[in-house]
């Protein structure tokens, strides 16, 4: 595949999730799910009303800098409401999420082409997720969770880049990454999983090359450059280099995001803040239905068996006007649902668990199979390509999911979050071999595994989007009881 097709690919995806994204976002004139929250949070940064929120503010940042940019934007005004303090459209304080969202399918397929030098990887990394519903949603809405994984994103995929280059462009993509990595933990704290991934692969990749002695990069190169990813190089990344970009700048960049919020908040210092925000979450309470009815432990994520609906109403027929919060209809009286639905694509979901239980086990069987040969345990002069695919993959979402198992309060579906894209990642790599191999039956195996995702994505659109549908229509796309 050439550059030019590849980059009509990048574009193609993203103009897809643009519209995506886009259409239809002034419905529902009113707050959905934590807009009551976020969208009123913007409000008070422009009309520097002190408040308090139990998590960093560069999310609300974002937020109110869309609202302050539509004031200057003569269309898509229509159907205020003054629900966050002000006179707005729902279009105001949900666009600039609605136009960032659009860049992750970009940013996951940029970073599987920096670990792979595959373009079909890369275009299918992008495809996938930007078929998938989570995203989608929390895109549409003035929330904050997807700033945690653009800035996640794009601070791996510019580590990456700076493995790709040398000298000064290397110190400047460090540095970007470092801003970018500070700007995700400045979201949310759990922003730190990303940056942290990084940390474990780089000292992994010091370790094996300690241990081997040999130089993965410089092997690698010998015996063929087309094959070469951003990760062969890691050990090329010195501690002083991991120590300034990846350790002091982030912490400069969250510690000067806090400045604008401390200052119209200035009952809590920047230690104070920091105590309260811990409090706040330890006030919780457990991980169960009697303390929110869509409280989800992390083990019940990957599989989807409780996702959430952030927006639910009944109307007579679809010529009604769009119902906003309000009375619900007497029991049986609505024909027409209303559903915005934060659940993932289930197939692309339960496919990537499988894919990434492959890659596991890949890695385990280079270890398990010469010990059950009671041959002795050899380390591997190099790595593959496809080795280093497979410990990255697997290493970053392990870091993003696993701590969740020590949280005991209440958590939610939306905090997968940062994990599955790299599951998408591992559904990517998998059916880019099928797709790639000799063998006429992996083949179809990859086309098939494509089409059901996209398929997936088309039948379960109308509650991403929350389009009108009958309940009929609406029973036969909660496949479980614990969907609704």
């Known amino acids: 595949m050439t550059k030019n097709l590849y980059r009509i690919g990048l574009l193609t995806i993203f103009l897809l999730s643009l519209s995506l994204r886009f259409w239809g976002l002034w419905r529902f004139n009113t707050l959905v799910f934590d807009e009551i929250y976020y969208a009123k949070f913007g409000q008070d940064y422009l009309n520097h009303l002190p408040f308090f929120d139990g998590h960093p503010p560069l999310g609300k940042y974002m937020i109110a800098l869309g609202m302050w940019l539509s004031s200057y934007i003569p269309f898509w005004q229509e159907g205020v409401n003054g629900l966050t303090g002000a006179l707005r459209s729902p279009w105001s304080y949900r666009w600039m999420n609605a136009l960032c969202g659009s860049f992750i399918p970009i940013f996951t397929a940029n970073i599987a082409y920096q670990i792979s030098n595959r373009p079909g990887f890369a275009l299918l990394a992008g495809l996938f997720t930007a078929l998938d519903g989570l995203f989608l949603v929390e895109s549409r809405y003035a929330l904050i969770n997807i700033y945690i994984v653009i800035f996640g994103l794009l601070g791996q995929w510019l580590f990456l880049l700076a493995l790709a280059h040398q000298r000064q462009k290397r110190n400047l993509y460090l ?12 979201t949310k704290w759990n922003g730190l999983f990303y940056l942290v991934g990084i940390y474990l692969i780089w000292v992994f990749a010091w370790i094996w090359q300690l241990i081997t002695g040999k130089n993965q990069s410089t ?5 063929n450059t087309s094959s070469i990813s951003s990760l062969h190089k890691l050990t090329q990344i010195n501690i002083r280099q991991i120590i300034l970009f990846l350790g002091i700048i982030p912490t400069v960049i969250y510690s000067l995001i806090w400045i604008p919020h401390l200052q119209i908040n200035p009952k809590y210092n920047f230690i104070q803040v920091h105590k309260e925000i811990l409090a706040f979450h330890e006030r919780l309470g457990g991980n169960t239905a009697q303390v929110h009815p869509y409280c989800a432990a992390w083990y019940k994520w990957p599989l989807l068996t409780r996702p959430m609906a952030y927006y639910y109403q009944t109307a007579q027929s679809v010529n009604d006007p769009l119902p906003v919060l309000g009375p619900p209809l007497p029991s049986g009286a609505g024909k027409v649902i209303y559903d915005v639905h934060a659940m993932g694509n289930p197939f692309l979901w339960w496919f990537s668990v499988a894919a990434l239980l492959f890659l596991l086990g890949m890695l385990i069987a280079k270890v ?20 280093w695919i497979a410990i ?22 939306y905090h997968y979050m940062t994990a599955v894209v790299f599951a998408f990642l591992a559904i990517a790599w998998f059916v880019d071999q099928c797709l790639r191999s000799y063998h006429r039956p992996l083949r179809i195996a990859g086309v098939t595994i494509s089409f059901i995702i996209i398929a997936a994505f088309i039948f379960w659109l109308p509650v991403y989007l929350g389009l009108p549908i009958s309940p009929e229509g609406y029973n036969i796309r909660m496949w479980f009881r614990s969907w609704v």
């Open 392 to 413: 990255y993959i697997v290493l970053n979402y392990a870091v993003n999911l696993l701590p969740w198992t020590r949280v005991s309060r209440c958590a939610f579906i």
């Open 219 to 223: 092997d690698e190169q010998i015996d």
């Open 368 to 387: 398990a199979i010469p010990l059950s040969k009671q041959q002795p345990l050899t380390l591997p002069r190099k790595l593959s390509l496809d080795t």
């Open 175 to 186: 540095l970007l990454a470092g801003v970018a990595f500070g700007a995700s933990i400045a």
